[in-house]
C-alpha cells in the first residue's frame, strides 16, 4: 500500500541554520504530496504542495521539490526562526483513489534562539 | 473565522464508558475526517464523510462509530472505550475532497485519556 518515510527526529537547530527533513514516499499510483505543520496545541496546517513531478511547493521560506525519479519531496528552509518550532508532517494522496491521505509519522523541529 | 470546531478539548473516561466527540465546520465543505494521532505513530484516519449523508471506514475503523448529521457537524462515537483509545483525535474538513488535491482545515484536536 501507499505509504510515506520521513526522517526521525527530534531535530534541533540554531536560529538562522539550513532545515532539511527528508520525505520519501511509496505509492501504486501518480500520488499528489503534501506537507503540513502542526504548531503546539494546535491542530495541523497546510504548508505546501506539489502535484506533478518536478513541481516545486513553497510558502514561508519552506520549499519542497517533488521528485519522481528518488521518490522524495525533503522540506527545505535557508534559515529557520524560532517561530518554526513545529511537528512537521509529510503526506500523500493518490490520484483516482480513495479519500484516504497517508502522512508520516511526523518530525518535531526545535529551534533555538 | 471560526473554521473547524471541536468539542471537547479534553476528557477523561473510564475503561466501558461511551462518549461523542464533536465536529463542526462552517466552511460550507463536503468532505469531513476523524483521525487519531498517537506517538511515533503519525495521523490514521478512523473515518470519513466525502458527502452528507455517507460515511466509509479509514484505516483504524474498530471500536469507533460516526454521523454526518448534516453537511456541517461530523461526531465520532466511543460506544465501550478502552485504554487503546487514549490518543488525540483531530477532524478535517476539505471543499471537495483529497482526491482533487484540496487541502484539509483541522480542528485544534480532543486529547482522550481513557483509564
Known amino acids: 500500500g501507499d505509504s510515506v518515510t520521513q526522517m526521525e527526529g527530534p531535530v534541533t537547530l540554531s536560529e538562522e541554520a539550513f532545515l532539511t527533513i527528508n520525505c520519501t514516499y511509496t505509492a501504486t499510483g501518480y500520488p499528489s504530496l503534501f506537507w503540513y505543520v502542526q504548531y503546539p496545541g494546535e491542530g495541523l496546517q497546510l504548508l505546501l504542495k506539489?502535484?506533478?513531478?518536478?513541481d516545486k511547493g513553497s510558502n514561508k521560506g519552506f520549499e519542497a521539490t517533488y521528485r519522481k525519479e528518488t521518490t522524495s519531496f525533503h522540506l527545505e528552509k535557508g534559515s529557520v526562526q524560532v517561530s518554526d518550532s513545529a511537528v512537521y508532517f509529510c503526506?500523500?494522496?493518490?490520484?483516482?483513489?480513495?479519500?484516504?491521505?497517508?502522512f508520516g509519522k511526523g518530525t518535531k523541529l526545535t529551534v533555538n534562539p | 473565522n471560526a473554521g473547524v470546531t471541536q468539542t471537547p478539548k479534553f476528557q477523561v473516561l473510564k475503561t466501558g464508558q461511551s462518549m461523542t466527540l464533536q465536529c463542526a465546520q462552517d466552511m460550507n465543505h463536503n468532505s469531513m475526517y476523524w483521525y487519531r494521532q498517537d506517538p511515533g505513530m503519525g495521523l490514521r484516519l478512523i473515518y470519513y464523510s466525502a458527502s452528507e449523508g455517507t460515511t466509509d471506514k479509514g484505516e483504524v475503523p474498530n471500536g469507533y462509530n460516526v454521523s454526518r448529521l448534516n453537511k456541517r457537524e461530523f461526531s465520532l462515537r466511543l460506544e465501550s472505550a478502552a485504554p487503546s483509545q487514549t490518543s488525540v483525535y483531530f477532524c478535517?474538513?476539505?471543499?471537495?475532497?483529497?482526491?482533487?488535491?484540496?487541502?484539509?482545515?483541522f480542528g485544534d484536536g480532543t486529547r482522550l485519556s481513557i483509564l
Open positions: 478535517a474538513s476539505t471543499k471537495t475532497g483529497v482526491r482533487l488535491n484540496q487541502p484539509q482545515h
Open positions: 503526506a500523500l494522496i493518490t490520484q483516482g483513489g480513495s479519500e484516504k491521505l497517508v
Open positions: 506539489a502535484t506533478k513531478a518536478d
